[in-house]
């Protein structure tokens, strides 16, 4: 059996913001001591992380002077070349600072909107400058509590303007960056917009650089919307745009709770890694979650370490599902095809239109037919539970 130990090829990556996360929610304070940036690379390089991201005041606070930037640049850059990790996906914050209270790209005030490209202009300096090679949007402002105050469409114009924009500032500065936008249907806002992974690769087909941009789908998000991730995910990937993904957990129907990778949806986190590890998906897994408010320091090392071992279990799990001779007999039954009608797959001819419409189809034989789900689905649900 393996030892579900993280190595660099898994890409395996957190944010500051995660294990840095103190535990504070809309009902309580901070539990857990600030940990500084580079206490947090220590803490990840510890636990065995490829990674680390950040968004720009994760690393440097919004009142640095230049001089502050600077050596808190130098002091990370440091830290980042004494343990091996490195950095690549940097993000902006743009939901923090009361400036951003109304949303920033989208927001009905263009002092915020302007501020909103400054701001992001600088952050990706900044990610550039520590390697970053994606750059995620996360606009968890861009929303409304009411329709009344503003236009739906105007935010969907301006939020393209502002990407469009951003995207010629990268090639401007030859910048080696893609971007992944990151979808959530609510919270903070009542309504953000552009809720689900598939409402952004609809929105990305719409921008003057669509090459450069693509996805960051995250598990929790897609949950709190009552969908299935994985299919999130498969979409994005065959569209060439699985740019980036926040792997966490979440119970269906409630607040974004940023649980441990595998905590609470087996089931679905199973299906998700073996997705990802049949495509071959080549990209980072970054854990986008935090440890319980419960748990102090040592909580939070068993928290990071959990998502990272949950994920090579998973992965281990994959593998025997993919050898094991019982399903994939029952796969070959689902899949079976006697190649009758062959002729008709594939491309579009008007000949094979029309032998199409002149064949005899046996319906009621055609609903005859049942598939061994059950069967297949339980075998499934014994290899997760370890007794197969
Ligand atoms: C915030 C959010 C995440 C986003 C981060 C990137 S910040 O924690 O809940 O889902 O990925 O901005
Ligand atoms: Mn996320
Ligand atoms: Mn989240």
Known sequence: M??????PQHKFTFGLWTVGNPGGDPFGKAVRKALSPVEIVQLLSEVGAWGVNFHDNDLVPIEATP????????????????????????????????????????????????????KTMRAMDLGVELGAQTYVFWGGREGTE???????????KRFREALNFLCEYALDNQYDLKFALEAKPNEPRGDIYLPTT?????????????????????????HMAGLNFMHAVAQAWD???????????QNYARYDQDLRFGSQSIKQAFFLVKFLEDVGYAGARHFDA??????NLDGVK????????????????????KADPEIQALLAQINADDGSVAQFSGKYSADKAKSLKAYEF???????????????????????????
């Open 2 to 7: 393996a030892d579900y130990q993280p190595h």
């Open 67 to 118: 001089a502050e930037r600077d050596r808190i640049v130098k002091d990370f850059k440091q830290v980042l070349n004494d343990t091996g990790l490195v950095v690549p996906m940097a993000t902006t914050n743009l939901f923090y600072d009361p400036a951003f209270r109304d949303g920033a790209f989208t927001s009905n005030d263009p002092k915020v909107r302007a501020y909103a490209l400054h």
């Open 146 to 156: 009411s329709d009344a105050g503003k236009n739906a469409l105007d935010a969907g």
């Open 198 to 222: 598939g409402a952004m690769l609809g929105f990305i087909a719409t921008l003057d650089h669509p090459e450069m941009v693509g996805v960051n789908p995250e598990m929790a998000h897609e």
């Open 239 to 249: 569209a060439g745009k699985l740019f980036h993904i926040d792997l966490n957990d």
């Open 290 to 295: 935090h440890a319980y408010r419960t748990d």
């Open 302 to 321: 068993a928290f990071a370490k959990g998502c990272m071992r949950t994920y090579l279990v998973l992965k281990e799990k994959a593998a025997q599902f």
């Open 362 to 388: 046996d319906r009621v034989a055609l609903g005859q037919r049942g598939q061994p789900y059950e069967q297949l689905d339980q075998l499934t649900i014994d290899l997760l539970l370890g007794v197969r």
